[in-house]
């Protein structure tokens, strides 16, 4: 459910591509349309933030990154840090006031929902940019008051690909131009330690998909 709403789907589409998902592997849905429709609302609406810091919302998933194998990753890595997580799926929560209760936003995802599938097109024709103006504006005061933004994988991709100048591009200082294979090998090599997000940081070899900004 929360892959569907990653995609801006409704509840109704929701329901139904969550049914054809069961037909397909043989399962019977069984969870009734009040549950289902309780389970929606609940991971439409912004959880209440953790009570210590420093704390965390994550905004993740969509067409090509499934939230949950995102939210186990991270779940993991903030427990590490000692960093307590909230996460959303629902893009339509990403504004001043949710960033307001938290020390720092997380986005792992794109900038396009897809909220019509067909029968014959799993995903639709319909491509949805979604970042408002106000959604910039939220994340460039939040940044400016001192929040930190960890954009991480595709979200120099939250902005339409147009190559118009745009706030969120300034405040990330990058925009998406495309990536390597999902399973490139390479080094990662530190050139500045000095920079206090390197310093703790070694040289290390990696198998991952490489995006260009």
Not at 9 to 18: K, V, Y
Not at 20 to 41: F, T
Not at 156 to 185: I, M
Request: net charge neutral; proline share 6%; hydrophobic share 40%.
């Amino acid at each position: 459910m929360a892959y569907q709403i990653s995609m801006g789907r409704s509840l109704d589409t929701t329901a139904a591509q969550l049914a054809g998902a069961g037909l397909q592997m043989g399962v019977p849905l069984k969870a009734s349309p009040e549950i289902i429709s309780r389970m929606y609302n609940s991971l439409t609406r912004a959880s209440q933030p953790p009570a210590v810091h420093p704390r965390a919302v994550a905004l993740i998933g969509d067409r090509y990154h499934h939230p949950g194998y995102i939210r186990l990753a991270l779940e993991k890595a903030f427990q590490k840090a000692g960093v307590e997580v909230r996460f959303v799926y629902d893009v339509r929560l990403l504004n001043s006031e949710l960033l307001g209760q938290y020390d720092t936003l997380v986005v792992l995802r794109d900038g396009m929902l897809w909220p019509s599938p067909t029968e014959n097109h799993p995903f639709g024709r319909e491509r949805v940019f979604w970042l408002t103006e106000q959604q910039e504006e939220a994340i460039a005061g939040f940044v400016a008051s001192g929040g930190g933004y960890l954009a991480i994988h595709n979200a120099t991709a939250l902005k339409a690909l147009d190559g118009r100048p745009a706030l969120y591009h300034e405040v990330l200082g990058a925009s998406y131009a495309g990536h390597e294979p999902e399973r490139e090998d390479y080094t990662v090599e530190v050139v500045r330690r000095s920079n206090p997000v390197a310093a703790a940081v070694s040289r290390r070899d990696i198998s991952d998909e490489r995006h260009w900004p």
